[in-house]
């Protein structure tokens, strides 16, 4: 798939299916039919159960799907019901010390980092074929488990997840080292050597997509794996791992254990036998795995955290297409993107009709049951989450920003919240400063470009930013004064295989994706030879 914007992607698979996705019927999604879809009142309105079964529920280890050495399984929970899915094997230290013990095996005995290089990337495209093939259960599983639209699933992740093991097959037989001339008789080489076990700790607001944003580069520079997945999302990362089996992946190089962060994912984090560490998550949890590989073997840590991106609305912007895409930046994935522009910044002379047309679009947005077509935002992921997006509308509002619309729950089952949109939103207001991860839109004024540029660096994050302007010279300006990984210039969310992803400050260290990502998961060795009477050097 070629470089497109998400927003796009989805807005076509969408839109040629159902016209509700953009258009509001001329009602309120509140009043209409999506609050009486999740009551009784007709068995028409009832959640779609998906035709998907749920076959694998082990932990993955050494070639086999296997139960935790403690025997224990924890429930996974379906957000727009709270109802049990399936009970998952719960792991524990005891059962990542297996999965390491077989990830070493593979590595320092198994044919993987032996093979050619040109083999593993054959596995590689083989496994993609098989999404392919198998993308029916793999994004009804991600939606069921998660809660994000179908659509999104099968049009928009799917193929992503599938483009990004093509892009690290491609990947696979080009890494090499380099010949440098050095002072006096010597050969000198450096030689690019897979780090060995790596340990990978995925979230679970896109379960295949940091999936392959990790397994993709460590497998195609030769590395055998640990993954631990959210304890919320575990099904798809199983599924994945049967179709790598499949592919011809050997024994123990891929090897995944679901369970909780302070049991399996303190003791992936802390072990000795772990060479590197790959996590995607919180901040604060970041800070805590960082802590845990420093005081174990030093392994390094490729960390993607948290963010509070700015879109920023300059007074030349197309209205209508600035407020489509703020939109979009903002509640995509039920506002549950690390990257989300979560801090509008508008020109003070366009703000009031930004504001009144970002209401509105807010107010036409399809809430619903993830399956049903035309949905544009499903459940948050689970009470938790829940509970704390509502906290912080409730911190909006006893911060006098100005509700323009939503602020509450929708329905009386699962976890669903109304599109919220807050104008007249300061800076030192909870909402404008920390991580909600929901549907909740702050909208800010600002004055001139210095100002905006000050303001939208006063943040501890530095992940991504929204540029929206007509002017080349304001985006040249602003896209290398902002202090963020990536910058957006009249785009939002473009992520292609090749672009390199990672953030300044407290949104973390080291990049994913693109050329960049491979070099998380190789060692560079020096070897210099003597030359005995060289006829050149």
Known sequence: ???????????????????????SQGRSCYNGGIVRRFGTSSAAEEIINPSVQVSHTQLLINGNFVDSASGKTFPTLDPRTGEVIAHVAEGDAEDINRAVKAARKAFDEGPWPKMSAYERSRVMLRFADLVEKHSEELASLETWDNGKPYQQSKAVEIPMFARLFRYYAGWADKIHGLTVPADGNYHVQTLHEPIGVAGQIIPWNF?????AWKVGPALACGNTIVLKTAEQTPLTAFYAGKLLLEAGLPPGVLNIVSGFGATAGTALASHMDVDKLAFTGSTDTGKVILGLAAN??????????GGKSPFIVFEDADIDKAVELAHFALFFNQGQCCCAGSRT???????DEFVEKSKARALKRVVGDPFRKGIEQGPQIDSKQFEKVMKYI???????????????????????IQPTVFSNVKDDMLIAQDEIFGPVQSILKFSDVDEVIKRANE???GLAAGVFTKSLDTANRVSRALKAGTIWVNCFDVFDAAIPF???KMSGNGREKGIYSLNNYLQIKAVVTALNKPAWI
Do not use: W
Not at 399 to 411: F, K, V, Y
């Open 1 to 23: 798939m070629a470089a497109r914007r998400v927003s796009s992607l989805l807005s076509r698979s969408l839109s040629a299916s159902s016209p509700l996705l953009f258009r």
């Open 207 to 211: 379960p295949l997509l940091m999936f």
């Open 296 to 305: 174990s073997n030093l392994k390094p840590v490729t960390l993607e955290l």
């Open 345 to 351: 910044f508008v020109h003070e002379k366009v703000y």
């Open 394 to 416: 409730r911190s909006g509002i006893e911060s006098n920003a100005t509700l323009e619309c939503g602020g509450d729950q929708i329905g009386d089952k699962g976890y669903f």
């Open 459 to 461: 943040t501890r994050y």
């Open 502 to 504: 990672g953030g300044y």
